[in-house]
């Protein structure tokens, strides 16, 4: 599919001072293999499902393409090093709604920053650029560190529930309550790049879904 085609979903690029948020390319294969089999991040975020490099490779190709989400890399701006991805999925276009899920590539890869700026540059696109009305999403209520993160940029707590005997906590962040806070601290709209304009928290590969692709 073309820029045009995809309309709001088309892929941008988000510059932020620490990270840089991208389309995928195909020279992501071998970072994203890793990404999906760091076991630190599986066991964070409940992953057990496996994929071949053939499956993984297949989906980041796919990426560009993909209509109504957006996957984005996580590049580190210090190093151009893929850091992780950032994603919007599970749009509801009658609630005008999406999912949000960020993982990063593995454990030293975390405290630098990236995952809040990419969490705020994924967040004002969303209610910009795509137009959404809400962004939710479940993390695992033993991941504190999470949580924190997620309440720092404006999302809170609206449910929990138990699957296989590990607890979920939903949060959920409106574009209302982004824009109050957003000019409560004066926080600027992040540039997007892309052909039509100038310019899980689950791991990777929805692991919601347990599935590449979905």
């Known amino acids: 599919m073309t820029a045009e085609s995809l309309g709001a979903w088309a892929k941008p690029t988000l510059r932020g ?8 390319r ?5 970072a994203a293999w890793e ?3 760091e076991p630190v991040g599986a066991a964070l975020t409940g992953t057990d499902a496996t994929f071949t490099r053939e499956q993984i490779a297949e989906w980041v190709l796919s990426r560009p393409s993909a209509p109504s989400r957006l996957d984005l890399v996580i590049e580190e701006v210090a190093t151009g090093e893929f850091a992780g991805e950032a994603v919007l999925n599970g749009f509801d276009a009658v609630a005008s709604s999406a999912n949000y899920r960020i ?11 990236l995952g809040s700026e990419a969490t705020a540059l994924m967040v004002a696109h969303a209610f910009t ?8 999403l479940d993390v695992r209520a033993d991941n504190p560190r999470a949580i924190r993160a997620y309440a720092k940029a404006g999302f809170v707590e609206t449910g929990r529930d138990v699957s296989e ?12 309550a982004w ?3 957003r000019g409560a601290v004066g926080a600027a709209t992040p540039a997007a ?13 929805d692991a919601e879904k347990r599935a590449p692709g979905q």
Do not use: F, K, Q
């Open 17 to 24: 001072s620490r990270a840089v948020l991208r389309p995928y």
């Open 26 to 30: 195909p020279s992501d294969v071998d």
């Open 35 to 37: 990404m999906v089999n």
């Open 103 to 113: 993982a990063l590539r593995g454990p030293d890869w975390y405290g630098r920053g």
């Open 129 to 136: 650029a795509v137009g959404l009305s809400r962004l939710t």
């Open 165 to 176: 005997g590990t607890t979920w906590v939903d949060m959920e962040l409106t574009r209302e």
């Open 179 to 181: 824009l109050r806070r």
């Open 193 to 205: 790049h892309h052909p039509l304009r100038s310019g899980t928290v689950r791991t990777a590969l």
